[in-house]
């Protein structure tokens, strides 16, 4: 099993410009989560999906969007970027009864 | 909400015993996490706390008292690749077990020689 994977690792936007954050799993999780980390912050819900079609808001959902149309798959997409989305975004899954996160390597995005 | 209380940085040397302490304010209790993240790379688990008591994996053990909103990570026998930066989590959502986290703000942990 590959766990959970992201891409890209890297990513520089300018500001106003769009783009998808890439979230997949291979461990037939049920729920999988958003998360972004800045220095000092800790780590901070965005979105969360519980299955396939059913997605809920976290902590700091604004300037973010998320859909879930497989159990694999949870990208993330920012509509206009701004400096302040300048982050490490990390992208988390778990399965069904349990509290244990199985989160992804990270993609740090740097918006100028 | 759900808010946590955790301190910034502790210190200590190898072969110590360090504790982080983690306080917290629910709307409701699912139970207490804690995660390890070197160097900002992926957070990973480390325990998880449900009813009060001490639960021990390894070197790492556990502590959570419901009626004070309080849990603690004990780590023993430390080595150097313990440092680390040390989160406690609560679970964002009612009777929606693994769906999210609320973290708190992390601990980094220095071990010396």
């Known amino acids: 099993n590959a766990g959970v994977t992201q891409t890209p690792k890297f990513q520089v936007l300018k500001t106003g410009q769009s783009m998808t954050l890439q979230c997949a799993q291979d461990m037939n999780h049920e729920y999988m989560s958003w998360y972004r980390q800045d220095p000092g912050m800790g780590l901070r819900l965005i979105h969360y999906s519980v299955g396939a079609g059913i997605t809920d808001q976290g902590e700091v959902p604004n300037g973010y969007n998320v859909s879930r149309s497989t159990t694999e798959d949870f990208p993330l997409r920012l509509l206009s970027a701004a400096p302040s989305q300048t982050s490490v975004y990390f992208c988390?899954?778990?399965?069904?009864?349990?509290?244990?996160?199985?989160f992804g390597p990270g993609t740090r995005l740097t918006v100028l | 909400g759900q808010s946590l209380e955790q301190p910034s940085e502790v210190t200590a040397v190898e072969g110590a015993i360090v504790q982080i302490n983690c306080t917290y304010q629910?709307?409701?209790?699912?139970?207490l996490s804690w995660y390890q993240q070197h160097d900002g790379g992926a957070p990973t688990f480390l325990s998880y706390n449900a009813l009060d008591g001490l639960e021990e994996t390894g070197r790492f053990s556990s502590f959570l008292s419901r009626s004070d909103s309080y849990g603690y990570l004990l780590l023993q026998e430390l080595q150097m690749k313990d440092s680390a930066s040390y989160f406690c989590?609560?679970?964002?959502?009612?009777?929606?077990?693994?769906?999210?986290?609320?973290f708190g703000k992390g601990t980094t942990l220095s071990v010396s020689s």
């Open positions: 989590a609560v679970r964002a959502m009612a009777n929606q077990a693994g769906t999210a986290l609320i």
């Open positions: 629910t709307s409701g209790f699912y139970g």
């Open positions: 988390a899954s778990s399965p069904t009864g349990t509290d244990t996160q199985y």
